[in-house]
């Protein structure tokens, strides 16, 4: 899995900082280092909305479509995927869970369908079946690529729910790798972020 982020509203902070201003008119306590102090104050009084101003764009790829049928779901969010139309995938890459990669049976099971699956969809290539109509043999182990944006209020709702120990594994991976180049670029805004790195979970400090 490779997490990329493309695009960040730049000075987040300071932005944030100036349209919560207008809220409370106090644009003369506004200086070169106040925007920390203004931004935990919103998030402490939960006054989240102002986070709505800044975005940030992530480019991830090498996940499967398991993944992104979970990730499409927060609505909020614009998406661009890999077509599956347009894209040939007779020599799709795939994902495969740590719990049947360890299970030697469940392996084996495993890629022998994946083989049979680029088979069949090799077959209906050479019977004139375009990709679109072709692609209805692909399981959801099919390598995929999405680009997705949110505001920065969005990306605390999604990294706190997928970064919980119930979030499926592969999301969950994701939302931690999100975090990580987060608390680089705003660091103030997810700061009450904290990543376990043995159980690979995410929780609110």
Known sequence: MEVELL?????????????????????????????????????????LSVLEHAYATFRISGISRSFTHQLVRHRIC??????????????????????????????????????????????????????EDARFVLPN?????????ANLREWRHIIELRGKPEAQWEIREAAIKMLKELQKHVPTVFEDFEIDERSRTISRG
Do not use: W
């Open 7 to 47: 695009f960040i509203t730049p000075d987040a902070e300071k932005l944030i900082e100036a349209a919560g201003r207008t809220s409370y008119l106090s644009f003369e306590k506004s200086s070169e280092d106040s925007a920390e102090a203004f931004v935990r104050m919103l998030i402490k009084r939960n006054h």
């Open 78 to 131: 614009s998406f661009t995927q890999q077509s599956q139309r347009y894209v040939d995938e007779s020599r799709f890459n795939y994902v495969e869970p740590e719990t049947i990669r360890s299970n030697p049976k469940a392996h084996s099971t495993f890629v022998n369908f994946l083989n049979e699956a680029k088979k069949t969809y090799s077959k209906l290539q050479e019977l004139g079946i375009k990709n």
């Open 141 to 149: 182990a099919v390598q995929s690529q999405i680009v997705v944006t």
